[in-house]
């Protein structure tokens, strides 16, 4: 196959696995990377201890954003984005969406701030315990880990926890 992009053209020659690239190919390097994957749930909540108007029972449609890295494993995947939803599907969207957040949290003020904490923690335990291994035939890399989660509250607002932080504080 010629590397040199050319004109454009409709392509003829599709790349044959086992003829031109082999399976030792698949790899381009070994150096840690980071992978995010974005869900949003819809939830519940008030604050306690709080003047205004969040102490009053109110909605929002959150964004969980999950950083995770690894060192990408021999078909160049360092966690399948399929993996990480299914952490999310089956291990933390059932806390959240479309929940009272107040009753299905552990106890807390459910702030932004509080609730990182909590869902780096599960996704965090559900990545090193190796939980879900759906996709079996495509193992992950060693040594994913969760680097950071960020929490939409609202479009503008939102709080971060950060390895470093969750491990060292
Ligand atoms: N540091 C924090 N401050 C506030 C939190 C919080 O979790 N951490 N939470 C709230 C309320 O839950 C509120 O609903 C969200 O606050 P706010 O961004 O002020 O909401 P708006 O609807 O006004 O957001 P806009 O995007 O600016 O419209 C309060 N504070």
Redesign the pocket.
Known sequence: MNHTPGEFRIIDNLQRFGEDIQRDELKYHNKRVLVCKEFTFDAA?H?HA?E???KNL?G?TYKAVFGISGVPNDIGITVDFGEIKDIWKDLIEPYLDHRYLNETLPKMN????NMVAWLFEQMEQALQGSIHLKHEDIPCSNDIRTEFVRLY?????Y?EARREWMLSE
Do not use: I, R
Request: glycine share 6%.
């Open positions: 909540h604050l709080y205004g108007k969040c109110h929002h459910t702030t932004a701030e509250e609202t479009p503008t607002s709080a």
